[in-house]
């Protein structure tokens, strides 16, 4: 099974052997759940994306096949269509959950949409000024780090990063330019004092000072081969199976 994104304890994870399937994972208690084929399950996925809905405690799925959307509750353990996806979203972009918003770019990274789960709308996020694809060659990843939206803009070995300090105000955006030797495919999260930047680099983890532009790989035992999956999941109790019984 592949990792798509993970929410508050939960995990939403594919699989596309011979059929294709969704599953919600606790990894702290190990309880899985196989979730029902969507409206749109033959098409495949080009995108998926778990919420956690709190106006009415419930976690949801957001799956975009093509531009057609479809939104499964945990609760009532059914999906429906909603509104159209407004752009194409590239192949294999997980959502990303923040704010009460689920996050996108478009297929090339010109915009990036957001699903609100209080009204399930979609709406755009203002991108920084700067032109964060300066490159035809380049590409931009979404993230999360200490509860703002950030962007990674990365071409070769440099990496242009911006943090919204501010949700859904454009002047916000601050920027950072990160260098190195690796390719850099994933922020994970900054420390508490706002120097370093963990992210993904390669198939390690790197840890980048931001102040004076050093940096030094993290060593782990028994890391996996590929991080592209890697997501920071934090321990919860909650019962995907509970949900399913209410």
Excluded at 2 to 27: T, W
Excluded at 77 to 94: H, K, L, M
Excluded at 132 to 139: K, N, R, V, W
Aim: aromatic letters at 12%; proline letters at 5%; glycine letters at 4%.
């Amino acid at each position: 099974m592949s990792i798509s994104n993970c929410c508050r304890g939960l995990v939403v994870c594919y699989s596309i052997e011979d059929h294709p399937r969704l599953y919600l994972v606790n990894p702290s208690t190990r309880e899985v759940i196989r979730l029902p084929d969507s409206p749109s399950q033959k098409l495949g996925f080009a995108s998926l994306g778990l919420a956690y809905d709190a106006l009415v405690d419930d976690y949801k799925v957001v799956q975009i096949s093509e531009t057609i959307t479809s939104l499964y509750s945990l609760r009532s353990n059914s999906w429906r269509r909603i509104q159209d996806f407004p752009f194409i979203v590239a192949d294999s972009i997980s959502g990303v959950f923040l704010n009460g918003n689920l996050h996108w770019f478009n297929c090339d990274r010109t915009k990036m949409a957001s699903f609100s789960l209080a009204d399930q709308s979609f709406n755009t996020v203002p991108l920084p000024d700067d032109n964060i694809l300066a490159s035809p060659f380049e590409s931009c990843v979404i993230g999360v780090v200490k509860g703002c939206l950030c962007i990674l803009s990365r071409y070769g070995s440099a990496a242009k990063f911006w943090v919204m300090k501010e949700y859904g105000i454009r002047e916000s955006w601050t920027k950072f330019v990160v260098v190195v030797p690796r390719y850099i495919s994933k922020p994970l999260d900054i420390s508490n004092n706002d120097e370093n930047l963990f992210a993904i680099c390669g198939t390690r983890f790197v840890m980048y000072n931001l102040q004076d532009k050093t940096y030094r790989y993290m060593q782990f035992h028994n890391a996996p081969l590929s991080w592209h999956e890697a997501e920071i999941c934090l321990n919860s109790l909650v019962s995907p199976k509970y949900y399913n019984a209410l």
